[in-house]
């Protein structure tokens, strides 16, 4: 089968589906668009992560490369090293907070997505169910063609809804998990500059120099 083919078989198979089909098309690209939008971010934070220690020893040198996130951590302890002690961890923790929130913008969204495809695909049901009892109550049962098309937009869109649903959820679900760990990573960070800055030291281990003044 060639792709002129196949584009018209597959435009012929989503007409049936009627004006569902449409809705369901709709959230299905945008589920999709978030899902490559927070699976890049993942990937590309994951893959320019460095550790504390290698972050401070080389921040503010030019060609240095690391997650965004943790530059932007670096800065903030920058921009915080003229506060108090207090002052300065309930910032570095707003910011933590706030870095945390990023990578878990979009799972919420695509988990609700995914979750109204099947009631999408359950109004095509019901739609196609009422269009084929009407043609039952107009013309009996001998009307095949009307009783098929009915009965066609209540199975395809059906099966579109669980098509879109089943795959957005797992990936949903994985990238949360994905989430998670990267925010769990990010606290593990912004304790590292606390620790650095002197601001709570281990229990009977001296205070290191602040790097926030060494960096000034």
């Known amino acids: 089968m060639d792709w002129g083919s196949l584009l018209t078989h597959s435009g012929g198979y989503l007409a049936r589906g009627g004006w569902i089909m449409v809705l369901i098309i709709g959230l299905s690209l945008w589920m999709w668009l978030l899902i490559g939008k927070q699976w ?3 990937l590309r934070n994951s893959a320019l992560e460095k550790g504390v220690g290698e972050c401070l020893r080389h921040a503010g040198e030019p060609g240095f490369v690391a997650a965004p ?4 951590l670096l800065e903030a302890a920058e921009a915080a090293r003229g506060l108090r002690v207090r002052m300065r961890k309930r910032y570095l923790e707003a910011q933590t907070s706030s870095v945390s929130l990023t990578f878990q913008r979009h799972t919420g969204t695509i988990l609700m997505l995914a979750g ?4 999408l695909g359950l109004l095509g049901t019901v739609t196609g ?3 084929t009892f009407d043609i039952i109550a107009v013309h009996g049962t001998g009307n095949a063609r009307g009783l098929a098309s009915g009965i066609s937009v ?3 869109t059906t099966q579109a ?3 879109t ?5 797992a990936l949903g679900l994985f990238l949360r998990r994905r989430a998670a760990k990267a925010s769990e990573r990010v606290v593990r960070f912004t304790h590292g500059l606390m620790l650095a800055c002197g601001d709570a030291p281990p229990q009977g281990a001296p205070a290191r120099t602040n790097f926030c003044e060494e960096m000034a």
């Open 69 to 72: 996130w943790q530059l932007q």
């Open 165 to 169: 649903s089943v795959p957005g959820l």
């Open 154 to 156: 209540a199975l395809i």
């Open 161 to 163: 809804g669980l098509v």
């Open 129 to 131: 169910m009422i269009d």
């Open 40 to 42: 890049y971010l993942l």
């Open 116 to 119: 109204a495809a099947p009631l």
